[in-house]
């Protein structure tokens, strides 16, 4: 059996399901959310081991918080770093299917 660095956990949040990244994956990409101080270096490690797939190239983004009024006082949403990660041909990431 593979040893897993548990720090790999840490990086990669949660995988996104939205109709964009439901398309993207028809083009071997598949969106995460990462940790705010995640790299690039390191998400690429952190996918390629707990998916046992080889990652072709890794783009990052910073989705800001929206700012919401709720009762007269104001709040914001806390800003979501994500990666899409598009894999080498052959290799296929289901993320419906869990871990």
């Known amino acids: 059996m593979k040893t897993i660095d548990p720090r790999h ?4 949040v949660s995988p996104v399901v939205t109709e964009k990244a439901t398309m ?3 083009h071997n ?3 995460f959310r ?7 270096p390191q ?3 952190a996918v390629e081991k707990l ?10 983004l910073v989705r800001k918080g929206k700012t919401k009024v709720f009762r007269g006082s104001f709040g914001s949403q806390s800003d979501v ?3 899409v990660v598009t894999l080498e041909e052959g290799h296929r990431i289901d993320v419906t299917t869990g871990l």
């Open 9 to 12: 956990y840490d990086i990669i």
């Open 24 to 26: 993207a994956s028809e």
């Open 29 to 31: 990409k598949v969106v």
């Open 34 to 40: 990462v940790a705010s101080k995640a790299t690039k």
């Open 43 to 45: 998400i690429k490690e």
């Open 51 to 60: 998916f046992d797939v080889k990652v072709k190239r890794v783009n990052t």
């Open 81 to 83: 770093k994500r990666a």
